[in-house]
C-alpha cells in the first residue's frame, strides 16, 4: 500500500464498535482529549476515552451486554470492558464553580460538544475526532501542536484558580512531548503556581511521575525550578549553590540536572538523582583552602528524600529503592572483583546495577568527569562478567548447604553463621566454591572450636 492509500487515522474494533453503538442509538458520540492529540503526533496511544451526549444511564443501557464499571458516574464517566480493552465513556459536561481549586462544585451535563471541550485543559487536549476522522477543533488545537506549544482552553488565570493541578499538567506535557509553555499560561503558571499547595499529593504525584519521564525533563526543570520549590522545598536551595571544589562545575541544582540529563527514563533512578544532592546545602563547610566539602550529605539528602517520598504517598518498592539508591550514591564502585561480588551479596544484582546508572550519571555531570567515569565503566563490565560466569556471591551459590553442614554442626543458628563465613572466604578467594574442600574447611575449624572453645578466624 502507498502512503497515499493509508487510511488517515486507524481506530481500534473496539472504539469503533462503541461509536457505532452509540451513534444508532441515536447519540452524539467523539473519541476525545488525550487520544486524539496523540493520533495528530503520530505518538503511540495508550488509552482511548470516548465522550458522548448519552447520560450515564443510558450509556450502562447501551453496553448492557458488557461489565461497566462505575468509574466516576458522579462526573458522568463509566468505564466500558470491552474484551479487547476497557474504554472510558463520559457524558458531555460542565464543570459547575470550584470553590475549592481542585473539584467543580458540581457537574452540569448537556447536550453540547463545544461546551465540554471548553471544560477541559489545554487547547491540544480538548480536540474531538469526527464522524468522516475530521478534527473537531473550537479553541485552535491544532495549531498549537503545530507550534509544538501548550496553552489553556480559556483565560489561564480562570483555569489555574479552578484546578492548580493544571499548572503541573502543562509543565507535565511540555517535557513529555517536549513543548514549550505560551506566553499568557506560562506567566500565569508563575502567578499561581502557590495553587499547587491546594492539591492532593496522590494528583501531583501521579502527574510528577511522568513529568519526570519526559524526554524534555531537564528543560522544564531548569526553566521552572520555581514552580517545582513550592512542591519540593527540598530543591530550592540547590539553585545558585556553589560547590567551591575543583571536581565541579557547576552549581549544585546545574549538577543534578546534568546527572539526569544522563539518566534512563526510569522514575525512580530519575527520583534519586533528583534529590541525591539536595543535603549537600546543610551540610557545606569550606576548609583552609577555601575548598568545599559536604561531609556526609548523603544522610541528609537521604532524611529529605525520605520526607518527599512520604509526603507525596509513594508506593513503598519505589520508597525502597529512591532510599537506597540517594544513601549509597557515593559508595565506592570500582573494577574489584572482589569488592563487587562484596557489593552484590550486600545489595543484589537488581540494586547493584541500578547504582552503577546513578553513579554514572553523577559522574558525568563532574568536571573532572573522566576520573570516575572510566573505572565505574570498567567495574559495570567487571560486573557483567561475574553475573554470566555465575560466580558465587550468595550463600544459595555456595558448593555446600546448611544440610550439608549438620554432619560437624548442631542445628540453629550456628550453621548460618558458618554459610555466612565460608561465602565471606569464596568471596575473597581464599576457599575454593566446591563441596568436598569447604566440608574440609568446616570439619577442621569445628574441631579447632571444640579444642579452643571459639571459630578461628
Ligand atoms: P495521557 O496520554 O497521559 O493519558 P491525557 O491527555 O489523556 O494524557 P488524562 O489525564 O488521561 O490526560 O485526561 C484525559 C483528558 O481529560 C485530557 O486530555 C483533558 O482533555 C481532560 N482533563 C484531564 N485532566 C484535566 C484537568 N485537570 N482539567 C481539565 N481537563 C482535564
Ligand atoms: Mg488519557
Excluded at 448519552?54 to 462526573?75: C, L, M, R
Excluded at 482552553?153 to 502543562?170: C, H, K, N, Q
Amino acid at each position: 500500500m502507498t502512503p497515499m492509500e493509508k487510511k488517515p487515522y486507524s481506530i481500534p474494533f473496539s472504539v469503533s464498535s462503541a461509536l457505532n453503538t452509540l451513534r444508532s442509538a441515536g447519540f452524539q458520540a467523539y473519541p476525545v482529549g488525550g487520544c486524539v492529540r496523540d493520533l495528530l503526533l503520530n505518538r503511540e496511544i495508550h488509552d482511548w476515552d470516548l465522550t458522548t451526549s448519552a447520560s450515564p444511564d443510558q450509556i450502562k443501557q447501551a453496553f448492557s451486554q458488557y461489565p461497566v464499571v462505575e468509574t466516576g458516574i458522579s462526573h458522568g464517566t463509566v468505564t466500558v470492558c470491552f474484551p479487547e480493552m476497557p474504554l472510558e465513556i463520559t457524558t458531555y459536561r460542565e464543570d459547575g464553580e470550584y470553590k475549592d481549586h481542585r473539584h467543580p462544585d458540581k457537574v452540569i451535563f448537556t447536550q453540547e460538544l463545544g461546551k465540554d471541550l471548553a471544560r477541559r485543559d489545554f487547547t491540544i487536549n480538548a480536540m474531538a475526532l469526527g464522524e468522516s476522522s475530521q478534527i473537531i477543533d473550537f479553541f485552535q488545537g491544532a495549531d498549537d501542536l503545530k507550534k509544538r506549544q501548550i496553552r489553556c482552553v480559556g483565560s489561564p488565570d480562570a483555569r489555574f484558580e479552578e484546578d492548580g493541578l493544571r499548572i503541573l499538567r502543562a509543565l507535565r506535557f511540555a517535557s513529555v512531548l517536549n513543548f514549550s509553555i505560551e506566553k499568557e499560561t506560562e506567566r500565569s503558571l508563575y502567578e499561581k503556581k502557590e495553587l499547587l499547595l491546594t492539591i492532593s499529593p496522590e494528583r501531583i504525584w501521579s502527574e510528577f511521575q511522568k513529568l519526570l519521564c519526559g524526554d524534555a525533563a531537564v528543560t522544564v526543570l531548569r526553566k521552572y525550578h520555581s514552580i517545582f520549590s513550592v512542591i519540593f522545598p527540598e530543591i530550592k536551595e540547590l539553585k545558585d549553590f556553589p560547590q567551591h571544589n575543583p571536581y565541579h562545575c557547576y552549581d549544585i541544582w546545574e549538577h543534578t540536572l546534568h546527572a539526569l540529563e544522563h539518566s534512563p527514563a526510569d522514575f525512580p533512578l530519575r527520583c534519586a538523582l533528583l534529590f541525591h544532592d539536595s543535603g549537600k546545602p546543610e551540610v557545606f563547610t569550606r576548609d583552609s583552602l577555601g575548598v568545599g566539602h559536604f561531609y556526609g550529605h548523603e544522610k541528609v539528602s537521604l532524611r529529605k528524600v525520605r520526607a518527599v517520598l512520604s509526603r507525596f504517598r509513594s508506593d513503598k518498592k519505589t520508597e525502597n529503592l529512591v532510599s537506597f539508591l540517594v544513601e549509597k550514591h557515593g559508595i565506592p564502585l570500582f573494577p574489584d572483583p572482589v569488592l563487587l561480588k562484596k557489593r552484590l551479596r550486600a545489595f543484589g544484582p537488581d540494586k547493584l546495577q541500578c547504582l552503577f546508572e546513578i553513579q554514572k550519571a553523577d559522574s558525568s555531570a563532574l568536571a573532572l568527569w573522566e576520573e570516575k567515569l572510566i573505572p565505574l565503566k570498567q567495574a559495570e563490565e567487571m560486573l557483567r562478567d561475574i553475573l554470566q560466569e555465575e560466580h558465587c556471591f550468595s550463600i544459595k551459590d555456595l558448593a555446600v548447604s546448611g544440610r550439608d553442614l549438620l554432619p560437624f554442626l548442631p542445628e540453629g543458628p550456628e550453621i548460618g553463621k558458618c554459610l555466612q563465613e565460608l561465602l565471606s572466604g569464596v568471596i575473597e578467594g581464599l576457599y575454593p566454591n566446591q563441596k568436598e574442600a569447604l566440608l574440609a574447611i568446616v570439619q577442621e575449624k569445628y574441631t579447632q572450636k571444640r579444642n579452643t572453645g571459639s571459630l578461628p578466624e
